[in-house]
T-cell receptor
């Protein structure tokens, strides 16, 4: 079955550590997105990529980094510069620009990151 | 920038109808969506409506679009405990930078016994 897989489901980070969240899709989608979700704040866009080897900052990119070396993979690194990283992180993907408007985004099941 | 607004909470008795409302600002919105998020899970697309439609029905779900007032609603008939979730309204428009979809903050639907 085609889908989008995020791993791990739960992740614990010590202060000062960088951690990488994985997002893989086998839908042959062109675009991929990372969102952060905090209670009562909805989804906030961190980074997105519409094509391999290219990505753009979203609304809250500070303290995060991404790469898009392969079409199916869009890992997110939460760096030590992110002062409040505890949150639920969602990855999403969509087809080419014309099709994505009709079918919306497909979401992964999320990674809950906790700073300990 | 463009915005999507929805109330944060709604409580409904089991068996009643739930109506979740949403307003948006982009008059050039092309598609409007409703997503459902169950606890600890990702978002699942429930339904979408094209901007030239007024209504769309799919089993217990009815979507109403008032384009003049930029108002979208989702009605869930015979609400069940499994409908307890957060519901996100979202819109897309060719005017949105890079065709991004804009999401509301979500309405948490609580089912009363």
């Amino acid at each position: 079955d085609g889908g989008i897989t995020q791993s791990p489901k739960y992740l614990f980070r010590k202060e000062g550590q960088n951690v990488t969240l994985s997002c893989e899709q086998n839908l042959n989608h062109d675009a991929m997105y990372w969102y952060r979700q905090d209670p009562g704040q909805g989804l906030r866009l961190i980074y997105y990529s519409q094509i391999v080897n290219d990505f753009q900052k979203g609304d809250i990119a500070e303290g995060y980094s991404v790469s898009r070396e392969k079409k199916e993979s869009f890992p997110l690194t939460v760096t030590s510069a992110q002062k409040n990283p505890t949150a639920f992180y969602l990855c999403a993907s969509s087809p080419d620009r014309g099709t994505s408007l009709r079918y919306g985004y497909t979401f992964g099941s999320g990674t809950r990151l906790t700073v300990v | 920038g463009e915005d999507v607004e929805q109330s944060l909470f709604l409580s409904v008795r089991e068996g009643d109808s739930s109506v979740i409302n949403c307003t948006y600002t982009d008059s050039s919105s092309t598609y409007l969506y409703w997503y459902k998020q169950e606890p600890g899970a990702g978002l699942q697309l429930l339904t979408y409506i094209f901007s030239n439609m007024d209504m769309k029905q799919d089993q217990r779900l009815t979507v109403l679009l008032n384009k003049k007032d930029k108002h979208l609603s989702l009605r869930i008939a015979d609400t069940q405990t499994g409908d307890s979730a957060i519901y996100f309204c979202a819109e897309s428009s060719p005017m949105n930078r890079d065709d991004k979809i804009i999401f509301g903050k979500g309405t948490r639907l609580h089912i009363l016994p």
